[in-house]
């Protein structure tokens, strides 16, 4: 694997920051607590020191970092709500602008001073821990200087729930120290460019996690035992994301009786095998690698027990050799049964049909799946096009059990307007016998771009149906696609390719 370039890594950084859950406060730094507060000024009632220690302890849990140390000086009340109230600490609130760092060119930040500030923050601290969120530390400064394993054992020691920790400011593929796995109390864990420790020898079972719902690894170096580890540890865990790692683990084996969503974003593997999962609803697929968009690369997604799978997507029949059971699924495999997922109901693929091997993937992908409702197809444009299939090819396709009973929406994405895209629309319109609304979104909003694609899709209209009145509906893209990390992995939207 070649190197990653600064300005790769900083396309990585980038992709990872915007994938970790987002800060406890909508901005950090904020104002200072108003001298009327204690009383000290113009003669005000103090009325909020008189509440009960419960709710200034909640009021102060809520602040930045540095507005909640600041009310320990407004009296000594104060100081005590302070020092005994959960601890929310995002180090970005504490992060300094160095001088010098102007006339255009990049920032400089004083990592130093701000990893000094959290071991000041969490030493001065000796109350319960609410949420930790490290972005801005320097990480093998705080190793170096022993603080790092200070920290988690104060985390540990403070029932820490929610942690972030990111190595900063350059990955360097700094060990984390094992003692994370000691935090007991964790709901949720995120680990951003770390070498993440060897766990042969180290406590394993439920016993570990008994509360982590979620974790995400994000660019970590890590192998696929130890990914056995996390999930053997977490008997209630509901969310694993797997983010920007390139071929870190080469193969990643799913068993957990409780995980319910399961992220593959941005990253590339040999194999995804999810061996049992009775309780996953969600498996998604997102990996166009960052810097590495066209790699050459195949990954086998192995689907075993995982009988309420409701949501799969993006499958790709150019890098993705599906395999359900003990059936690698090809254009000509013969479906049976235990080859089939009846439990999706919404499925998308990604799909470059100016190469027609991958095309004619799509009838062998959807019989896969014969209960799917809403369909979402991406069509990627292809580079060298190869063996385009026209409308003869559909029209020769056998049956297809979702299309032909169950779909009631299809969602075509990214349409511009060539006849092997025409030629699939014009198959949908034909065989989909319950369609509802077939959606068509345009791949360019240039205005002369749409009143040329608004024109092929005319021909749609004179195409046989077998649905008696679908409603079709072209769409202009309006920028950038909802598509999203966040969106991706939220189990409370039932669809989250739609937008």
Not at 209 to 230: K, N, T
Not at 267 to 292: D, F, G, H, K, M
Request: proline letters at 7%.
């Amino acid at each position: 694997m070649a190197p990653l370039l600064t300005k790769d890594v900083e396309e990585v950084m980038r992709v990872v920051l915007t994938c970790l859950p987002a800060p406890p406060f909508p901005t950090a730094g904020g104002s200072r607590p108003s001298p009327s507060a204690h009383g000290g000024g113009g003669g005000t009632e103090d009325r909020i020191s008189r509440l009960p220690d419960a709710v200034l302890s909640d009021i102060v849990s809520r602040l930045p970092a540095k507005d909640a140390a600041r009310t320990a000086a407004l009296s000594r009340r104060w100081r005590r709500v302070w020092a005994s109230a959960p601890l929310v600490l995002d180090d970005s609130d504490l992060l300094r602008a160095l001088p010098g760092g102007g006339g255009g060119g990049p920032a400089r930040f004083d990592w130093f001073g701000t990893t000094d500030a959290v071991s000041r923050a969490i030493g001065a601290h000796r109350g319960p821990i609410r949420c930790v969120r490290l972005t801005c530390c320097s990480m093998a400064l705080a190793a170096r200087l022993g603080v790092l394993d200070y920290w988690l054992h104060r985390l540990a020691d403070g029932g820490a729930e929610d942690l972030v920790l990111v190595n900063r400011p350059m990955p360097n593929g700094l060990h984390l120290p094992p003692d994370v796995l000691r935090i007991a109390s964790l709901r949720t864990l995120y680990l951003a460019f770390w070498s993440f420790p060897d766990t042969a020898g180290l406590p394993c079972g439920p016993a570990v996690f008994p509360r982590l719902q979620e974790i995400g690894l994000c660019s970590v170096v890590i192998d696929a035992r130890d990914i056995d580890h996390l999930l053997a540890c977490s008997p209630v865990l509901e969310k694993l994301a797997i983010v920007a790692c390139f071929f870190v683990p080469s193969h990643v084996r799913i068993r957990s009786r409780s995980l319910q969503c399961l992220v593959l974003w941005r990253s590339l593997t040999n194999e995804l095998a999810v061996v049992v999962a009775p309780r996953l609803q969600r498996l998604i697929l997102w990996q166009e690698y960052p810097c590495r968009p066209d790699s050459v690369f195949i990954t086998r997604i192995r689907i075993g027990y995982a009988t309420v799978l409701k949501v799969l997507g993006y499958l790709e029949p150019g890098i993705h050799q599906l395999q359900i059971g003990g059936t690698v699924i090809e254009s000509g495999t013969k479906m049976i049964p235990s080859a089939m997922v009846p439990s999706v109901k919404v499925l998308a693929l990604k799909v470059r049909f100016g190469i027609r091997k991958e095309a004619k993937m799509l009838p062998a992908f959807l019989r896969c799946f014969p209960n799917v409702e809403t369909l979402h197809v991406l069509s990627r444009e292809a580079d060298e096009p190869a063996g385009k299939l026209n409308l003869k090819f559909w029209q020769e396709v056998g049956p297809i059990d979702c299309l032909e009973t169950h779909i009631t929406k299809v969602v075509f994405d990214r349409f511009r307007g060539e006849r092997y895209e025409l030629a699939f629309l014009k198959f949908i319109l034909e065989r989909a016998q319950s369609l509802l609304k077939l959606v068509v979104v345009l791949a360019n909003g240039d205005q002369a771009s749409v009143d040329e694609m608004l024109t092929k899709l005319k021909s749609l209209t004179m195409a046989k149906r077998a649905s008696e009145c679908p409603t079709l509906l072209a769409v202009a893209r309006d920028g950038d696609s909802a598509w999203c990390f966040q969106r991706a992995s939220d189990l409370s939207v039932s669809d989250p390719f739609d937008w």
